[in-house]
């Protein structure tokens, strides 16, 4: 399976952006999927996840009401929604997956199996 992470750019403080993640493979709808993001000199922070089975998504209480995660499984697709933002959001976001047929969310990274490139997000103040 790959992993394609986009959306990312420079926005202003206050403003907002949409990062898509698009997976390949037949095996998204059974995926656990999560966004991630690093900052430079820091370590990877859990940003968001959302299971395939339903139920609620679990955030990071950095961004929690103001990022949310969707996913559109007839697009194998994987949306995280950015509002609000700060200069603190300033990151590179990754996009990852857990193996198929985990229905458990996790914020541990190392959880996560197969992992997208990452996409630069920039805020400034």
């Known amino acids: 399976v790959q992993l394609q992470a986009f959306g990312g750019g420079l926005v202003q403080a206050g403003g907002y952006l949409r990062l898509s993640c698009a997976v390949s493979?037949?095996?998204?709808?059974?995926?656990?999927m999560g966004w991630f993001r690093q900052a430079p000199g820091k370590n990877r922070e859990f940003v968001a996840a959302l299971s395939w089975a339903g139920g609620s998504p679990i955030y990071g209480d950095s961004v929690r009401g103001r990022f949310s995660i969707s996913r559109e499984n007839a697009k194998n697709t994987v949306y995280l929604q950015m509002n609000s933002l700060k200069p603190e959001d300033t990151a590179v976001y990754y996009c990852?997956?857990?193996?198929?047929?985990?229905?458990?969310?996790?914020?541990?990274?190392?959880?996560?199996?197969?992992w997208g490139q990452g996409t630069l997000v920039t805020v400034s103040s």
């Open positions: 990852a997956a857990r193996p198929s047929g985990i229905t458990v969310l996790t914020r541990t990274s190392g959880s996560y199996r197969d």
């Open positions: 493979g037949d095996t998204f709808s059974r995926r656990v």
